[in-house]
């Protein structure tokens, strides 16, 4: 199955972005990669992805910062945002626990650890 | 030499590392290690095994932080406390992406042995090429590794700004 879509996977944890990028184009998307929210704007503009996916705690610009300057950008607000998001209920202290990550313009948010299927589940429900 | 392309370097905070050497007949060593560290809510940021004729060596990196728990709670397990070997003062040198290559492998085992860089441990995955260093010699390892590969213009070696750790208490907002 091919698919045009491309879809941005953005984590500075590189085995991370690996497995979700060959799960993703085990399903016919079409991926590409960065490591930190800085790099992940460049590619933006670059490749204009259809989705984002998104870690949230990231060196140079995090998910949170990143995710609001792409949903206020008139050029690229449309694209779809999901969070990748570790500040769950049982880690409470964390830098980014000030934030809760509801409060940002994400469309979606998928916990970490990452179940792979479920991933995917609302990779699909979301385009 | 053609060049090699990397996407990052990434340099983890100082970690304190433990070795556990067992004979052929131990293949519970490491179930039990993991178990013995997921119990206490002790993360590992690296982990690798290896076994050379039967024998199996377990290295694994804590944070330094976390030393004195560690120990404590291998202590509670004479089979481990036995087999333990510790190094403070480590840290994390990770390259990506790796994707299999021997080119990338060879050459940077090659400088940093030319550097005179000790290397406690290495291990790669799916997406990365992580080696155990001297913790004060990180900034150097990574200026060396700079020199033979050719890191992608838009990114710089990064240090962990963070670190997530476990616990049991909720949030105040998710309390029931």
Redesign the interface.
């Known amino acids: 199955m091919s698919n045009d879509k491309l879809i941005l996977v953005v984590d500075d944890d590189p085995d991370l972005v690996e497995s979700v990028s060959m799960r993703l184009e085990s399903e016919g998307f079409q991926v590409a990669k960065a490591y930190d929210g800085v790099e992940a704007w460049d590619r933006i503009k670059d490749a204009r992805p259809q989705m984002l996916i998104l870690d949230v705690m990231m060196p140079r610009k995090n998910g949170y910062e990143l995710c609001n300057e792409i949903k206020n950008d008139l050029n690229f607000k449309d694209i779809t945002v999901l969070l990748l998001t570790a500040v769950a209920d049982a880690i409470p202290y964390t830098t980014y626990t000030h934030m809760d990550g509801k409060t940002t313009l994400a469309d979606d948010f998928i916990p970490k650890p990452i179940d792979l299927d479920n991933l995917m589940e609302i990779v699909k429900d979301n385009l | 030499m053609a060049t090699i392309g990397i ?2 370097l ?1 340099i983890s905070a100082e970690l304190c590392l433990v070795r556990l050497r067992a004979g052929p007949r131990s293949s519970g060593l490491l179930p039990a290690f993991c178990s013995r560290l997921a119990g206490s809510q002790i993360n590992m940021p690296f982990l690798s095994a290896e076994s050379q004729t039967g024998s199996i060596l377990v290295s694994c990196c804590v944070d330094a932080a976390q030393q004195a728990l560690l120990k404590k709670v291998l202590s509670a397990e004479p089979v481990l406390q036995e087999r333990a070997e510790y190094t403070a003062g480590v840290g994390l040198l ?1 390259l ?3 994707q299999s290559s021997l080119g990338l492998f060879g050459r940077s085992l090659r400088a940093l042995a030319a550097a005179d860089l000790r290397v406690f441990a290495m291990a790669s ?4 090429l992580t080696y155990v260093l001297d913790y004060t010699q990180l900034n150097k390892a990574a200026a060396v590794i700079q020199v033979c590969f050719e890191l ?1 213009s ?2 710089a070696p ?5 670190t ?8 105040p ?2 309390r029931d």
């Not at chain 2, 990064?158 to 963070?162: I, K």
């Open positions: 996407k990052g990434k990770t990506f992406p790796h995955s799916i997406g990365a992608v838009n990114h990064f240090r962990a700004e963070f997530v750790t476990q616990g049991t208490q909720l949030r907002d998710r």
